[in-house]
């Protein structure tokens, strides 16, 4: 079937009755991610602009490369897979990019530890982490990451996001953000082996992914930079208390500093630092345009993102309230309070009741009981 995207037409594989594995070739449900893609495109040309050379690592259907393509980049595409490099050749063609645009049959890996490019998007189906060191071995500038795998990244899959990403995750109810936060790491350590540093640009956790943009900078100095950004976080399983420990060397907690209690999680290392640079993603944000599918959403995102705190969690108002047995108020009036009460308090983009703050958990509920008197 063929469908329109961001201002191309596609032939895709109809409607997949056989298994996930076969419905890869298009996923509509990331058209947010693909818009946001090319706004981050441009803003990141804007910002280095000799960045020339796209890699769009698992092409599949070829929509992030043509859409690249189409939007003036050097493009290649690749892909292990005989229909996917034949349907991305197609789609190309269809568009008018063949001029713009090579497709390659092999592995990706191997490509991009034989080939320099600007940027890389790495797009698979699962963990990105087998293919991130030939990326940060061989990429001049911007590393784009998204991974679908969100259980095993928050915890909620053990063992497995340990094998993953060499960390520890713990199911929390900041679950997303762990996700980012584990993701980060292992990206900035697989990047430190080859002398360079990573910085976010934007980061976003949506429906069942999370994406990363991350700026490198080739100076052991930098890699060092970022992986001071690493540490622990503490989290109390009975009252939500939660603490960060910056460096690699954890020193667990006892017992709750704020209930006493003994069920006290520790993950990591995880990333502490920021999560996106908020002036980069206000130069997204206006890179989009109104013909984007997703136009209002990826502003809305873009917006909450450049307002949200860069405190390393965040907390759900009503799980909290919940907890407490307290009635929740409208989020507005609910942040408001907190300010009142001498705190910084943000919106987070993790969810509709998600928020920052650098008031500790006793301090919030106190800040709430305050309001209701």
């Known amino acids: ?21 076969e419905s890869v070739f298009y996923n509509p449900r990331q058209e947010l991610n693909r818009d946001l893609t090319i706004a981050t495109l441009r803003a990141y040309r804007e910002r280095e602009d000799r960045a020339e050379s796209y890699l769009d690592a698992m092409t599949a259907s070829g929509v992030r490369g043509v859409r690249a393509a189409a939007d003036g980049w050097d493009v290649t595409c690749c892909d292990v ?53 030939a990326a940060f071995a061989n990429c001049r500038d911007l590393v784009c990451v998204t991974a679908t795998d969100t259980a095993p990244l928050c915890g909620a899959h053990f ?26 790491s292992a990206l900035a350590r697989s990047a430190a082996r080859y002398d360079v540093g990573v910085r976010p640009l934007l980061t976003h956790a949506t429906s069942h992914y999370v994406r990363t943009y991350l700026e490198l900078e080739h100076r052991a100095t930098s890699a060092d930079a970022a992986i001071d950004e690493l540490g622990f976080l ?63 959403k990826g502003r809305e995102l873009c917006e909450t993102l450049e307002a949200e705190l860069d405190e390393p969690t ?29 705190y910084a308090a943000s ?18 509920r106190e800040a709430t009981e305050a309001s209701l008197e």
């Open 81 to 133: 897979d005989a229909d996917a490099v034949e349907l991305a050749r197609a789609n190309l063609e269809r568009n008018g990019c063949g001029d713009r645009a090579r497709v390659e049959r092999r592995n990706v890996s191997a490509l991009m530890h034989d080939e320099p490019f600007d940027v890389i998007d790495l797009d698979p189906y699962g963990t990105p982490m087998p293919f991130a060191d």
């Open 159 to 184: 063992n497995s996001g340990v094998r993953s990403y060499s960390a520890v995750p713990r199911n929390t109810d900041y679950h997303p953000e762990m996700g980012v936060r584990t993701l980060i």
């Open 234 to 296: 503490y989290h109390c399983e009975d009252c939500l208390y939660r603490e960060a420990d910056p460096g690699l060397i954890a020193d667990p907690l006892e017992s709750c500093p704020h209930c006493d209690g003994s069920r006290i999680l520790a993950a990591g290392p995880v990333w502490l630092g920021p999560v996106r640079d908020r002036e980069f993603v206000a130069a997204v944000r206006a890179e989009i345009p109104d013909t984007f599918g997703t136009a209002d």
């Open 347 to 364: 919106r987070a983009h993790y969810g509709g009741t998600t928020f920052k703050t650098d008031a500790g958990v006793g301090e919030i």
């Open 1 to 21: 079937m063929r469908v329109t995207e961001g201002g191309i037409e596609l032939e895709v594989p109809g409607e997949q009755t056989e298994g996930i594995e």
């Open 314 to 342: 965040h907390y759900d108002q009503h799980k909290l309230c919940r907890n407490w047995g307290l009635p929740a108020n409208a989020m507005d009036e609910f942040l408001a309070d907190l300010r009142d009460a001498g």
